[in-house]
């Protein structure tokens, strides 16, 4: 099930730099993105969300692109910081359904 | 900030046994789910559970999964009767909204048969 896809299995970046992460999904019928964030030994904590109609969703250092031509979203941390080190998760729920489909995730590590 | 709250944290058990993974949602909570994360694969969806019945779930889920509310706080998620391929991290989760309100996850339970 490649439904949703994290190519980049880790990503490293200077402390007061800005993260991108992306994602790349296939299905059509997804009507909402999230992020969620995960550290060791700790479930996946919801970060940022958006809906398919819109194009931007910002949350304080957060932001969310979604690009419905390209099938792409992406995840501004800005400025990162050393406490954002941890797997990054990208998941979509198909219209209609509660069932998330989450991608591989993405391991950010901050240096300072 | 309210949690979600999973117990054991850890669990062996022996191939063929039946397991009892439980949890406690948050209390104003409608939606209650259960996920499976096996070492180095992607979270899979296992069931949704909404007004005391299965509102979803995947083909993973099948005759050995059962789930239940059985006291208006707990939620469990049972396996009759276990296989090694069922080593994994379950994490249950609850929201408010459904999925587009975002989940609250626990920080799940490691499921160990051998």
């Known amino acids: 099930d490649q439904q949703v896809k994290q190519n980049s299995p880790s990503l490293s970046v200077q402390e007061g730099r800005i993260s991108i992460l992306n994602c790349d999904y296939t299905n059509s019928m997804f009507d909402y993105f999230l992020w969620y964030k995960k550290y060791p030994a700790e479930g996946p904590t919801f970060l940022i969300s958006i809906s398919s109609i819109k194009d931007k969703n910002e949350d304080g250092r957060f932001t969310v692109f979604l690009n419905k031509s390209a099938k792409h979203l992406s995840l501004h941390i800005v400025p990162s910081q050393p406490g954002d080190s941890a797997v990054y998760f990208c998941?979509?729920?198909?219209?209609?359904?509660?069932?998330?489909?989450f991608g591989q995730g993405t391991r950010l590590t901050i240096n300072p | 900030e309210p949690e979600v709250t999973q117990t054991p944290s850890h669990q062996v058990t022996q191939m063929g046994q039946e397991v009892i993974l439980r949890c406690v949602p948050i209390?104003?909570?409608?939606?209650f789910y259960w996920y499976r994360q096996i070492l180095g694969q992607k979270v899979e969806f296992l069931v949704s559970?909404?007004?005391?019945?299965?509102?979803?779930k995947s083909e993973i889920f099948d005759d050995q999964f059962s789930v239940e509310r059985p006291d208006g706080s707990n939620f469990t998620l049972k396996i009759r009767s276990t296989k090694l391929e069922d080593s994994a991290m379950y994490f249950c989760?609850?929201?408010?909204?459904?999925?587009?309100?975002?989940?609250?996850f626990g920080s799940g339970t490691r499921l160990t048969v051998v």
């Open positions: 998941a979509a729920r198909v219209q209609g359904a509660q069932k998330l489909v």
């Open positions: 559970f909404y007004n005391n019945e299965i509102s979803e």
């Open positions: 209390s104003n909570h409608l939606y």
């Open positions: 989760a609850s929201s408010v909204l459904g999925a587009s309100g975002g989940y609250t």
